[in-house]
C-alpha cells in the first residue's frame, strides 16, 4: 500500500496514469471500430481519449521548466557523448511542453485565436527529435558495455581460443561475417539482460518513436497500433516510476 500512496502522490506519476488510459482508449476505439461498434459508442471512447489528454496537458503545465533545469544539470556530466544527447534531448522537451502549454490554452478556449494544427504538428516535431536523441544516447550505452563485456572475454581467451580463431581465418568471407553477426547479437541481448534500465528505455523509446511519426505523417500506423505503442510505453514509464533502480541514469 505504501508504494502506492508514494506513487499516486507524484504529478507524473498522475499524468503517465492518464496517458496509459489515454491510450488505451485509442486501442479501444480502433478495436470497436473495427469490430462493427455503433458510432455512438466509439464516439463516446473517443471523447473520453480526448479529454484524457486534456487532462494530461493540464498536469504538464510549467515542466518545461523543470526539463531546462535538468538540461543545465547535464551541462555539467563528464562523458561528452552523454552531455550532448542529455543536454538535447532535455531542450527539445522543453520546447515540446512549452508548445503543449500552448496547445492546451487553445484547447482549454483561453486563447481561442492559437492555431492548434500548427502548434500541434510543432510539440510532435520537438517530441520526435527528443526521441531521436534519446535512442541515441541509449546507442552510445549499449555500445559502451559491448565493448566493455567483448574487452573481458578477450581477456579470459586461452591460447588455444587464439589459434581456433586463426584457423578460422581462410573461411569464407560470408560465413565470416554470417558468424560476427552472430556473436554480435549473442554479446547485444547479453548486455541488454544485464541491464534492465537500459533495456527498458530502449524499449519505451522505440514505442513513443510511432507516435509523433504518424501524427507528423512521416510513417503511418494504424490507429490500434499508435494506441499500443502508447499504452505499452505508458505501462514502462510506470514501471521505472514505482521501482526506481529500473530508470536508466546518466
Known sequence: MEPWVRFSAQSQARERLLRAAQYGCALAGAALQRNGASAEVVARVRQLEAHLSLGRKLLRLGGSADALEAAKRAIHLSDAVLRFCLTLSHLNRAMYLACDNVLWAGKAGLAPAVDQEKWSQ????????????NLSRDAYEIRALM????GGQRAKGTEAGRQQQQRRRPEAGLQQLGLRLQ??????????????????????????????LDKLGLYRSSPAFVGLC???SSVLSILTILHPWLKLKP
Request: net charge positive; with cysteine; proline share 6%.
Open 122 to 133: 510543432r510539440s510532435f516535431r520537438y517530441y520526435l527529435f527528443a526521441l531521436i536523441v
Open 147 to 150: 565493448e566493455r563485456e567483448a
Open 183 to 212: 556473436l554480435e547479437l549473442r554479446l547485444l541481448l547479453r548486455v541488454l539482460r544485464g541491464n534492465p534500465p537500459l533495456l527498458l528505455d530502449v524499449l519505451k523509446n522505440a514505442c513513443d518513436l510511432f507516435i509523433p
Open 230 to 232: 502508447g499504452l505499452a
